[in-house]
């Protein structure tokens, strides 16, 4: 009997820095049941994902375009798509899939559209709103099946536009690499982070969307003479202005930069206090992974967000844009270590229990399956 063909899947990210939606890849690729399924990575931009996949084994392509929408790149995407002979096209986020949507329906290849969080925003002006809102609204139309990452992002889609064909699949992480009763090397000792002081982390792409700003305006706050240290980890478009600020504010040895790192088990393992102050997401993976590692949670109250913490059960929520009450939350949880630990057990127990990376990756196989099956 002849050997059954693997399903290609084209898995396509906007870029190749890595950020949440790109640790979903990232592990999905490595989850996804290699008898069944082969995948091809594309990327539109380069960076260390890309690098990764690489060193991995899987066969991944760059073409540059930092634009959504860009007929420009079209024709080097469908030679891809001729040439590994791809059977489905799995698109991560808004560029992706308006970056493939065309030449895959020229080659009549079936889109499956996972939102990472929408890219129209509650601080968008109203035109750039309403442009981001039609636009997804017609890549959701595209797409044969489009997959929200949170009931929160799903609900907020289905209130501005027909959502055919959707399904909720939430992150799952991989809870063997983010499992907090493993050993880990000693981050803490690395950065000079003494037993009596409390290690406040921060993991994020440095941009807008994550309000570093507010982060270090909030640590200003922090009377200099409690025993705290702040652990700043990520690159991104902002990270200069936040070297500019930390500066201005004083902060000095008090804030710890580091790049981009690929130990983030071990971070979160000597981080006593984890912060996430955004301005929205889709389910945060980054969020999901401190949970794991049984982290008191201090977070913005948004969609995506309050589908992981409920305010004082497994984390602290607090407003968006605003520094006087992040460090009321970061004074609390420095003042009451029993506190700290009650948020970080519930908060673990939560995903140890729904947000496995496995079971993630079954529904996601089953997914497509079906979409294949309807097209045949």
């Given at each position: 009997m002849a050997e059954q063909a693997?399903?290609?899947?084209?898995?396509?990210?906007?870029?190749?820095?890595?950020?949440?939606?790109?640790?979903?890849?990232?592990?999905?690729?490595?989850?996804?049941?290699?008898?069944?399924?082969e995948s091809v990575i594309l990327s539109f931009t380069d960076g260390p994902m890309v690098d990764k996949l690489k060193a991995d084994g899987f066969k991944t392509y760059v073409v540059h375009t930092e634009k959504p929408f860009n007929y420009k790149v079209w024709k080097d995407v469908?030679?891809?798509?001729?040439?590994?002979?791809?059977?489905?096209?799995?698109?991560?986020?808004?560029?992706?899939?308006?970056?493939?949507?065309?030449?895959?329906?020229?080659?009549?290849?079936?889109?499956?559209?996972?939102?990472?969080?929408?890219?129209?925003?509650?601080?968008q002006q109203p035109v750039v709103k309403l442009i981001r809102t039609l636009s997804e609204r017609f890549l959701v139309k595209v797409a044969s099946q489009t997959i929200c990452v949170s009931e929160s992002n799903f609900r907020?889609?289905?209130?501005?536009?027909?959502?055919?064909?959707?399904?909720?699949?939430?992150?799952?992480?991989?809870?063997v690499k983010f499992n907090p009763d493993r050993d880990y090397k000693d981050i803490r000792a690395e950065f000079g982070i003494s037993d009596d002081e409390i290690l406040v982390s921060y993991i994020a792409r440095i941009t807008a969307q994550k309000e570093p700003l507010t982060f270090l305006k909030a640590i200003a706050k922090i009377p200099a003479e409690v025993k705290v240290k702040f652990l700043i980890v990520g690159d991104g478009d902002l990270k200069a202005q936040m070297l500019e600020l930390a500066e201005k504010l004083e902060l000095g040895s008090r804030v710890i930069f580091e790049h981009f790192r690929d130990d983030i088990p071990a971070i979160l393992n000597g981080t006593d206090i984890f912060c996430l102050p955004?301005?929205?997401?889709?389910?945060?993976?980054?969020?999901?992974?401190?949970?794991?590692?049984?982290?008191?949670?201090?977070?913005?109250?948004?969609?995506?967000?309050?589908?992981?913490?409920?305010?004082?059960?497994?984390?602290?929520?607090?407003?968006?844009?605003?520094?006087?009450?992040?460090?009321?939350?970061?004074?609390?949880?420095?003042?009451?270590?029993?506190?700290?630990?009650?948020?970080?057990?519930?908060?673990?127990?939560?995903?140890?229990?729904?947000?496995?990376?496995?079971?993630?990756?079954?529904?996601?196989?089953?997914?497509?399956l079906d979409v294949l099956a309807a097209r045949k």
């Amino acid at each position: 009997m002849a050997e059954q063909a693997k399903i290609r899947i084209l898995q396509t990210i906007r870029q190749g820095k890595v950020g949440g939606g790109e640790t979903h890849v990232l592990d999905l690729v490595k989850e996804l049941d290699k008898d069944r399924f082969e995948s091809v990575i594309l990327s539109f931009t380069d960076g260390p994902m890309v690098d990764k996949l690489k060193a991995d084994g899987f066969k991944t392509y760059v073409v540059h375009t930092e634009k959504p929408f860009n007929y420009k790149v079209w024709k080097d995407v469908k030679k891809i798509l001729t040439d590994e002979q791809i059977d489905l096209i799995h698109a991560h986020g808004t560029r992706a899939n308006s970056n493939t949507f065309y030449p895959a329906g020229q080659l009549k290849i079936p889109i499956v559209y996972t939102v990472h969080g929408w890219s129209f925003h509650p601080d968008q002006q109203p035109v750039v709103k309403l442009i981001r809102t039609l636009s997804e609204r017609f890549l959701v139309k595209v797409a044969s099946q489009t997959i929200c990452v949170s009931e929160s992002n799903f609900r907020e889609g289905k209130s501005k536009f027909p959502m055919h064909d959707t399904k909720v699949i939430v992150n799952g992480i991989n809870q063997v690499k983010f499992n907090p009763d493993r050993d880990y090397k000693d981050i803490r000792a690395e950065f000079g982070i003494s037993d009596d002081e409390i290690l406040v982390s921060y993991i994020a792409r440095i941009t807008a969307q994550k309000e570093p700003l507010t982060f270090l305006k909030a640590i200003a706050k922090i009377p200099a003479e409690v025993k705290v240290k702040f652990l700043i980890v990520g690159d991104g478009d902002l990270k200069a202005q936040m070297l500019e600020l930390a500066e201005k504010l004083e902060l000095g040895s008090r804030v710890i930069f580091e790049h981009f790192r690929d130990d983030i088990p071990a971070i979160l393992n000597g981080t006593d206090i984890f912060c996430l102050p955004s301005l929205w997401e889709g389910l945060p993976i980054a969020l999901l992974e401190a949970m794991a590692m049984r982290k008191a949670i201090i977070a913005t109250a948004i969609d995506g967000t309050r589908d992981l913490i409920i305010d004082r059960k497994n984390g602290l929520l607090i407003p968006i844009s605003n520094p006087d009450e992040l460090a009321k939350a970061i004074l609390l949880l420095l003042s009451d270590a029993q506190l700290r630990k009650t948020l970080g057990l519930e908060a673990g127990a939560l995903v140890k229990a729904s947000f496995n990376i496995e079971t993630m990756t079954r529904k996601v196989e089953a997914t497509y399956l079906d979409v294949l099956a309807a097209r045949k």
